[in-house]
C-alpha cells in the first residue's frame, strides 16, 4: 500500500470530512493538539491522519500519527 499524503486543496474520498485544523481530545476530553495533516492510500481512502501538539510558546512541537478506525 502506498500512502500519500494530501495537499491543502485535496480531501479524502466520501464518506471521510476535512479533518485538517479540527481540534484532537484525548480519552479524558481535553485539548491535545490539532490535525495537521491527512495521509490517504492509492484509492483515496483515509489510513492516517497527523495531530500536532505544541509545547509552551510553540516550543516542543510533537507529531502523532493515528491510524483510522475500522
Given at each position: 500500500m502506498n500512502l500519500i499524503r494530501l495537499e491543502?486543496?485535496?480531501?479524502p474520498r466520501p464518506p471521510h470530512q476535512e479533518?485538517?485544523?479540527?481540534?484532537?481530545?484525548d480519552s479524558g476530553s481535553r485539548n491535545t493538539g490539532q490535525v495537521a495533516n491527512l495521509y490517504v492510500d492509492d484509492d483515496w481512502d483515509l489510513q492516517f491522519m497527523d495531530a500536532v501538539t505544541s509545547g509552551f510558546l510553540g516550543f516542543g512541537?510533537?507529531?502523532w500519527l493515528w491510524a483510522r478506525s475500522p
Open positions: 491543502h486543496h485535496q480531501h479533518l485538517r485544523q479540527k481540534t484532537v481530545f512541537k510533537k507529531h
